[in-house]
DNA sequence: AGTTTTACATACCACTGGTATGTAAATTAA
DNA sequence: TTAATTTACATACCAGTGGTATGTAAAACT
């Protein structure tokens, strides 16, 4: 068998994906092999590399869809969570959500410590601004607005507040007694509703 | 020539440590290949296997001897800052200057996105917590105790403090034009003694 | 029906971190 | 002082890596 229907290739490069997907976040990216990733999706080196440029554009795809889905999932938590009386009610909401995503070893591994490994320091910054820190920039905005949150600081608060939001995430994978998901949260509210 | 002093033996594994930590510095650890280290620092990779067990505990004793360095400084500013009038004023003294340190790019490559790809989740997390940690723990706990922060959270708070701080230091290095080390400050301050 | 393009498969390549072996000088023991 | 041992390399080598070049047969298009 040689060539096949678009149909089928797109299934190759969706077995790919997922094989890749699976090794990235239990293994990591450094310790996955482009062997072993055609191994478990029943390919071969060839099919890949007619799908992907190279292993690090592979990781890049993975790394996008993930992302995307996090942001997904915390929009529409935060646009459900909206509440006409409690200004903070939304950005708790999407916050609730990206913390759950925070704290799964396949975000931490491939989006939070693989992806800058990786992408390298400027790469990594431009394509998370897209997402992760423009969401939270926009919840601080909006208490901004709501004359809740200095004016004058939203860029650095909000870069702050994404920060401490992953790093509860890592918190979260050891079971340290000290630490649970509701003190992070407490904590994280805390902070958010102590900026006045 | 082939036996060398101790002395001798001991300058060539800080060459070797020098030209990694240049290197790991500025090319990153996954591009920095063993040869390359060996013929900045003048030796061989007889040399560097004879001295370092792998690439890995050469860049863990880099790592090291990086962290140390900060955790000095910024130990040191603290006490010198310390105040009987403002109970924040050691903490933020020593925030300062770590957050000069999370804004070199030798910091953060080594410090803040390779070492935790190279050495993976468990065992950054586990070295971290010895270090930048404890100390903002420290911080945050000297403020319990006066009252000024709930005694309840204060582990949950410490983490995000660290990590908006290193946040902080990543976000200096783009040039963005809404960002300076001032605003970056002020607005870590402002979250500090938000919490009451 | 013929031409072109797609979707692989295979063989190959330079380079990687790491190891095994050799060796001469420094250090230690007798 | 000398003999035995250990140290500090240097060199040659190796399996595995990401990536490339080439081949090919079927699908897609003209």
Do not use: C
């Amino acid at each position: 068998m040689a060539k096949r229907t678009q149909e089928q290739a797109e299934e190759t490069r969706r077995a790919i994906i997922a094989a890749a997907r699976h090794l990235f976040a239990t293994e990591g990216y450094a310790a996955t092999s482009i062997a072993k990733i055609v191994a478990d999706a029943g390919a071969t080196k060839g099919a890949l590399f007619h799908h992907f440029a190279s292993k690090e554009s592979l990781f890049l795809e993975v790394w996008n869809t993930i992302q995307l889905e996090m942001d997904a999932e915390t929009r529409a938590a935060a646009e459900a969570g909206r509440s006409p009386s409690d200004p903070y009610a939304a950005f708790l909401a999407g916050t609730r959500v990206y913390f759950k995503w925070a704290s799964k070893e396949e975000y931490q591994r491939i989006a939070l410590v693989d992806g800058r490994a990786v992408m390298g320091l400027e790469r990594w910054q431009e394509r998370d601004d897209r997402l992760g820190r423009s969401n939270v920039e926009g919840g601080v905005r909006h208490l901004a607005r709501k004359g809740l949150i200095k004016e004058r600081n939203v860029v650095a608060l909000s870069i702050m507040l994404l920060n401490a939001l992953n790093g509860a995430g890592f918190a979260l994978t050891r079971n340290d007694p000290g630490i649970t998901a509701d003190s992070l949260f407490e904590a994280f509210e805390e902070l958010l509703r102590g900026l006045r």
